[in-house]
């Protein structure tokens, strides 16, 4: 049976693209979940003016992501935190602690887009990596201070 495809399917195809399935993985899981639907020249005109839609949704979320990428690499944040004698922290900053500092700052990310790959522990400059996008990531300073 053929099938146009709304969305990716792995090992089966991408959305738009034209398959033969089985008919009862069309009938039982592909159609009834809106995964596929049956190929006309009606829903091939439908399925372009989505993809149409997505993509040009996707260049705007692109372009603001740029963005925000300049605006976390021209800045820094600051974490005030207490610390002993020689510098070494009571605990560690966390991602809560930076994506606070950051929206201080007016630039709104997620703590889930911040990777620390080595625990900051004591006091000082650190480069923090920003997840934005599959192909898209950010450094950020981050300064670790001691509280007054």
């Known amino acids: 049976m053929r099938v146009l495809l709304r969305e990716t399917v792995e ?3 991408n959305p738009g693209d034209i398959v033969d399935v089985a ?3 069309a009938r039982n899981y592909l ?3 809106n995964i596929a639907v049956n ?3 009606e829903n091939i005109r439908r399925i372009q003016k989505e993809q149409e839609y997505h993509r040009e949704e996707v260049e705007k ?3 603001s992501l740029a963005g925000l990428k300049e605006k976390l690499e021209q800045t820094s944040c600051t974490v005030i935190a207490q ?3 020689d510098g070494r922290l009571y605990g560690s900053v966390t991602t ?7 929206a201080k700052k007016g630039l709104d990310v997620p703590e889930k887009a911040i990777v620390i790959e ?3 522990k004591e006091l000082g400059i650190y480069e923090i990596k920003v997840h934005l996008a599959p192909e898209l990531e950010a450094l950020t300073k981050l300064w670790v201070v001691e509280e007054e």
């Open 23 to 25: 008919p009862g993985y």
């Open 31 to 33: 159609l009834p979940c």
């Open 11 to 13: 090992k089966l195809g």
């Open 118 to 120: 080595d625990p900051v």
């Open 96 to 102: 809560a602690m930076i994506s606070e500092a950051l």
């Open 39 to 41: 190929v006309s020249d």
């Open 83 to 85: 610390a002993t004698e």
């Open 61 to 63: 979320l692109q372009a």
